[in-house]
């Protein structure tokens, strides 16, 4: 990783409640229209934040991925670095760790949704063992499509089938056990 100013330190922790804020500001830099509000992310890391990932630079977030576990699989929720950073291996680093944490939790499979033109990222989940499994043209609402990709830990993951409601944000509630 090259962050620019060797006199830097740069370390991952765990996210805490006082990183919401800055969470919020990249959130927002990066994502608008579709960031998620403080008070969205405020109830997620309530739920999930045990498994959230920060890139400190010297007291400063410059990047996050967001992770919410479930029994069976996973979603990351959001990943994100700051466009002064973009470029030098962070989105990796964080991905990485994300990816870590959910195998630890032992889930069987990790999603995401990345927009179709986003070749950066969508090249980022592919070399990190992601693969394509749908496309939904109005994902988030209209003009806004995505691709769902997945990465299976488990090779008896069945479950990653366009037909199960697990992964499908508008099939309802679902038991996942």
Partial sequence: MNISNEQAE???RSATIDDLAAIAELESEEFVPLAYPYFAL????????S??????????????ALVAVG??????????VSARFQGQGLGRSLLDRALARCRSSQVE??????????????NLYKDSGFTWLDHEEQYFGAGEPRDLL??????????????????RKDRGPVDDG
């Fill in 150 to 167: 997945v990465h299976r830990i488990s090779p008896e993951w069945s479950a990653a089938d366009p037909a199960d409601r697990r992964w």
């Fill in 71 to 80: 029994r069976r699989s996973a979603w990351l929720i959001g990943l994100a």
């Fill in 51 to 64: 498994q959230w990932v920060v890139a400190d630079l010297d007291g400063s977030i410059c990047g996050y």
């Fill in 109 to 122: 499979a990790i999603f995401i949704t990345v927009r179709p033109s986003n070749v950066p990222a969508a």
């Fill in 10 to 12: 740069l370390r991952f």
């Fill in 42 to 49: 405020r109830q997620l890391f309530d739920i999930h934040g």
